[in-house]
Structure formats: C-alpha cells, structure tokens
C-alpha cells in the first residue's frame, strides 16, 4: 500500500512541474511519437483546421492528417481519428492541389514524424490519392447482392465461360488507380478552377554544414517555431542575409534551449531539410552545434 501511494505521489509530483513548465503531463508524454520516425504508407485524409484566424488570413492556414487506423512506432500510439498536424513544405502544397480537386479523396501518406514540447507533427514526403469503389443502385425490384446468393463464375466445373472483358466490368471487381495521372506524379498541378496550368515540381534540397543565428520567439509555447527563423551568416561575405522560417522538432528545441540558457546569441552549425510552401523557404533541422568564434568573428 505504501509503494502504491509513493507512485502516485512521483506522478503527480511529475505532472505539476510538467505543467509548471509548460509541458504536457506525464501520461501524454508516454504516448507521443518519437521524433524522427517514418511514417511509409498511412491511410487517412486531408483536414484544414477551421478558424476564424485561418477564414481572414490564408497565411494562417493549418493543414492535419486524420489517421484511418491505429499508429505505433514502437514506442508511442496514435489512435485512428487522430489528426497530427502537417508541417509547411512542397508536398503539402501538391496535396492541398489535389485536394481541392477531389475533396473527398483519401490519401496514402508517407513522411517523417517530429516531436517539439510534447507534441508531435508530420513532414510529408510522399502522398498518393486512394481511389473508392463504389457500387451501382440496384432496382427495388432486385435483390441486393448480400441478400441473394451468387453465383459461382468461371469455376472449373462451369458449362458457361465468362470473357475476361465482361469480368472486368464487374462492379465487385477492385478498381485501380493510374497515379502517373494525378497531380503527385504530373507537372501539371490544378490550383483551382478552370485549365491546368505548368507548375514546376519543386524538391527539397539538402543544407548542410553552415552557420548563422536563431531569430525570432524565444523557447515559450507550443507554437513559439511559428516565430522562429535562422538566419544564415555569410562570415564577412557580400552576401545578402538569407531567412528561413524553421519547423518545430527536437533539434530546434535544443537549440532553443541552448540559447536561451546562453548570455549572447549563438552562431550554430546547422544540417537540415529546405522545403518550399506557398513561396516562402522553411528549415526542418536535423542537427545544430555552437560555433564558438573566440574573438575570430564579429558577434
């Protein structure tokens, strides 16, 4: 009886200083999603987060993924309903496309999963619209196919052979896609009504090894990255000063952590992923170290 109540006393106890801080209880952490996890394949559906924040500013526009089945990687769950939050970046962009096409198609997702104070979000990678077979209405004077029995087609011991063209037509045959069709694939991307128009497929790229300075929200709430940047130093170089909004993962919580524990700011080595939404650049770190200047380089 006393080891229950000393457990229960570490859990709440754990729990008040997580909310003190600013983190989720204990219990929440247990089922988050580890940072840096791949999401190959999910089925679920694309979700615009409806406010009225979002109606007056499209720029405030938060897309989510609601999961159709249950998620674990093995150290976290998500349940089916849940929706995580996607990240800006050059697929989410084609996916919006495409859903503005077909607003009620579901998608096959793959990406990776980032964790950032106790919540999880999702950088897509890879979309492909599912296709949904649907049934032909029947006459009322006609039974339904669950409520007569069917019969056997092409069995060996059948007198009469169905062609494979009549099979194919079928309406309980599965139906397939052609995604070399849909937009993902295509380098004509529908923005909205009326003709297609050319849009360049645009790629990630890789930054690696560079240097510069955390700008913006110091380490404060949950949506702190949205007012987050780093701006890349060009160490004494004619070079205009490049921005870049950073997205919300561990690495860019330790970073912000580290700064804020640090009396000046900190040049930091940066890696990472540059992406593309809606004609502004985003950085999802991969890992930052402190650059320490010793008196080499201007603060």
Known sequence: ?????????LVLFINAVAIASGLP??????????????????????????SNEAK?????????????????DG????????RLELLPSSVLERMIADANNAPDASYK???????????????????????????????????????????KINEPNDVVKIPKELLDK???????????????????????????KKS????DSILADRSGFIRGSSYGTQDSWRKVSFVLDALGRKEPKTSLH???????????????AAPDTLRLKIAGIVTKFKGKKYLLLQRSTCLYSHGNFPG
């Open 109 to 151: 997702l793959g990406g990776s999963l980032t964790q950032y104070r106790g919540k999880n979000f999702i950088f897509p990678t890879y979309f492909l619209p599912l296709a949904k077979t649907k049934m032909p209405k029947l006459p009322a004077s006609q039974k339904s196919p669950q409520q007569e029995s069917r019969p």
């Open 1 to 9: 009886m006393g080891r229950k109540l000393t457990i229960s006393y």
């Open 170 to 196: 079928l309406p309980d045959r599965k139906k397939t896609i052609d995604h070399t069709t849909r937009p993902e694939n295509s380098e004509e991307i529908k923005t909205g009504p009326g003709p297609q």
């Open 25 to 50: 209880p204990a219990k929440s952490l247990q089922m988050l999603l580890l940072d840096g996890s791949v999401l190959t394949g999910v089925d679920g559906r694309l979700v615009i987060h409806d």
């Open 56 to 72: 007056r500013n499209s720029a405030s526009e938060r897309w989510f993924f609601e999961f159709d089945s249950d998620f674990s």
């Open 246 to 260: 950073l997205l919300p993962c561990q690495a860019l919580e330790q970073a912000q952590l580290s700064q804020a």
């Open 200 to 203: 360049e497929k645009r790629q």
């Open 75 to 82: 150290a976290g769950l998500v349940k089916a309903g849940t």
